[in-house]
């Protein structure tokens, strides 16, 4: 073989001489081994092969490419199962062709780390096999300090085990396995929303499962995104409380777990003359009296309350009764009480001391009705009767 060839093959190999050094290497060794002519092969193993036992196990091979030797070296903390023979005798000339699963490996390897996902592969032992250089990047870690160890070294021990063994067991069962969750990573200090999916690598001609391919899609940004139009849709941007939509969405919800002792008072608040204060002071100074109005009330709230904006100068709540069957005098009496010191407050807006007092009806859950919108107009009713007493 005509040595220069070597720097046009496109297969991975490289021939040392008697001394061990390198006389000349694919382009693959260079690209992916940074291995070059005129350096010594040995010392660039990471295990101890050494000149003497090569020359030894290998001098007395017959001279010609078609007569192989099967051994292994290490590189880059990966095990490389080789191929050596003698090309030229005097002087002596040995041939190292990487194998075939190799050259497969490192093409793999070559197109993996431009992938902008996490790629990984885990053993049975739950052991890094290969990671990709945007998983390095994403956890602020290097390739050798991930491969051969545990994913839960990586991952946490936390969501390890409560997530992703489960999720890894079933996929070496042989099922496709695909989720989403939070991750934290301790050397960025940062949470991570990572899309996960879990492929069992099978034995070659066997149903057996040998390895877990992972692909994870960081969507960190698309989940936070997701929350900030969440938090808009079903919040109100003035008071801060919750709004109609959230209402809608926690009713169906109370309502797919209600049992036939639950129950529920929804109150309807309107502030009396509240079209006073926007003509006399201005929309900003009405704007700060609803805000902190909208504080006050919720302060009288117990923990499993409910409390929204329905809009303009109204609100809903959705109190909680437990198995309390009331009567409407009893509950409005109650509810008059937890009122009584919110109905005397006294608000400073700039350089305005301002009263405020509301009105309010009640409907009862599920007793009158178990549709919300027939709850709202029931409560309306009432709480305009109770306007029309006052005035």
Not at 133 to 141: A, F, L, R, S, V
Not at 261 to 277: A, G, H, P, S, W
């Amino acid at each position: 073989m005509n040595t220069d060839l070597l720097n046009y093959v496109n297969f991975p190999a490289l021939i040392i001489d008697e001394h061990g050094e390198v006389i000349s290497r694919s382009k693959h060794i260079k690209d992916v081994y940074q291995i070059n002519e005129g350096d010594d092969f040995f010392a660039l193993c990471d295990s101890k092969a050494s000149l003497s036992e090569f020359i030894l196990n290998f001098s007395n091979m017959p001279l010609g490419s078609n007569d192989k030797c099967l051994t292994h070296f290490s590189f880059i903390k990966k095990n490389i199962e080789v191929y050596v023979s003698i090309i030229n005798k005097s002087p002596i000339h040995f041939l190292i062709e990487y194998s075939a699963d190799l050259v497969q490996d490192a093409s793999v390897v070559d197109l993996v780390d431009h992938s902008n996902n996490l790629l990984s592969l885990v053993d049975k032992d739950y052991h890094y096999l290969s990671v990709n250089e945007q998983y390095c990047h994403k956890w602020g870690m290097e390739k050798f300090e991930i491969i051969n160890q545990h994913v839960a070294t990586v991952l946490g021990e936390e969501a390890f085990n409560k997530v992703v063994k489960k999720e890894l067991d079933l996929c070496f069962s042989g099922k496709i396995r695909t989720y989403t969750d939070w991750f934290y990573s301790e050397k960025k200090k940062q949470m991570l929303f990572l899309k996960v999916a879990y492929q069992p690598v099978f034995e070659n001609q066997s149903d057996q499962v040998k390895s877990v391919a992972v692909t994870v899609t960081d969507i960190t940004d698309i989940q936070v995104q997701n929350e900030k139009l969440t938090e808009q849709a079903f919040h109100d941007s003035l008071t801060t409380l919750d709004n109609r939509h959230a209402l809608i969405e926690y009713f169906e919800k109370i309502s797919a777990t209600l049992t036939r002792n639950d129950c529920y008072t929804l109150v309807m608040i309107d502030l009396d003359d509240f079209k006073r204060v926007n003509d006399l002071y201005g929309h900003n100074v009405g704007d700060e009296l609803l805000k902190a109005f909208a504080t006050n009330l919720k302060n009288t709230l117990r923990s499993d309350d409910f409390c929204c904006r329905w809009g303009g100068d109204e609100f809903v709540l959705l109190l909680a009764q437990g198995q309390t069957i009331q009567t409407l005098e009893v509950a409005t009496e109650s509810i008059n009480e937890r009122f009584y010191a919110l109905q005397k407050k006294v608000y400073h807006v700039g350089e305005q001391q301002l009263s405020l007092t509301f009105s309010f009806g009640l409907a009862f859950f599920p007793e009158q009705s178990k549709n919300l919108k027939q709850l709202i107009s029931i409560a309306d009713l009432k709480m305009y009767s109770e306007k029309n007493v006052k005035s």
